[in-house]
């Protein structure tokens, strides 16, 4: 089956500082990626949609310069949390759709990001 | 925003028996998914029910789609331990994931 990675699977870092999270589709090419953002004990959000070579397609209520999304190739999509504060601390998951167009999407197994 | 309302929100059961989970949601959609996640860890996609479909079987999974009520159903069969997790339910439209709260599974040996 169709695998998504991501990299680093946690992360803690001081406040202020930026930190850069990868998603990347192993076996299968995605023009289209999704970052979601998970509260402990709460459901996925959508923060963004990531188009491989064009600009992320924002959420209402993401700030897009605080988290910046590269789509740089078919295979790779980052995204950095600028600045981080404690309340950045999360879970951030992306997930990819198959060039082919089949509806379901292959998600990642999530980046634990804490901010001190 | 979050259109996928589960209910229970938590359920404990019993292992052997049967687990069922219902979602709602508001507006339309191409399809429903459901989704497991363990804790603290990522989701697996379990079942995809297209909006011209009532009902879809996998193994131990059967799921029930009623566009009119705007409702899906998620029961799992002859339950075991190793199903305790989270179950998610998602609607899409245009490609758009939209995630429910989802419902805290426990099976109890």
């Known amino acids: 089956g169709a695998v998504v990675s991501q990299h680093p699977s946690w992360v803690i870092c001081k406040s202020g500082t930026s930190v850069k999270i990868e998603c990347r589709s192993l076996?299968?090419?995605?023009?289209?990626m999704f970052w979601y953002r998970q509260f402990p004990k709460q459901s996925l959000m959508l923060m963004a949609t990531?188009?491989?070579?064009?600009?992320?397609?924002?959420e209402q209520g993401v700030e897009k310069d605080k988290f910046l999304i590269n789509h740089a190739s078919l295979t790779l999509s980052t995204l950095t949390v600028t600045s981080a504060h404690p309340e950045d601390s999360s879970f951030y998951i992306c997930?990819?759709?198959?060039?082919?167009?089949?509806?379901?999407?292959?998600f990642g197994p999530g980046t634990r990001l804490t901010v001190l | 925003s979050q259109q996928g309302e589960e209910d229970p929100q938590a359920l404990s059961i019993q292992e052997g028996e049967n687990a069922t989970m219902n979602c709602s949601y508001k507006?339309?959609?191409?399809?429903l998914q459901w989704y497991r996640q363990n804790s603290g860890r990522g989701l697996v996609h379990l079942i995809l029910?297209?909006?011209?479909?009532r009902e879809k079987h996998s193994g131990r999974l059967r799921v029930t789609l009623d566009t009119s009520k705007k409702s899906s159903s998620l029961l799992i069969t002859a339950s075991r331990a190793a199903d305790t997790a989270s179950y998610f339910c998602?609607?899409?439209?245009?490609?758009?994931?939209?995630f429910g709260k989802g419902t805290l599974l426990t099976v109890n040996p």
């Open positions: 507006t339309s959609i191409n399809n």
């Open positions: 990531s188009n491989e070579g064009s600009k992320a397609t924002y």
């Open positions: 997930s990819a759709r198959d060039q082919g167009g089949i509806d379901e999407q292959f």
């Open positions: 076996d299968f090419q995605a023009t289209t």
């Open positions: 998602a609607t899409v439209f245009n490609y758009k994931l939209t």
């Open positions: 029910i297209r909006s011209n479909e």
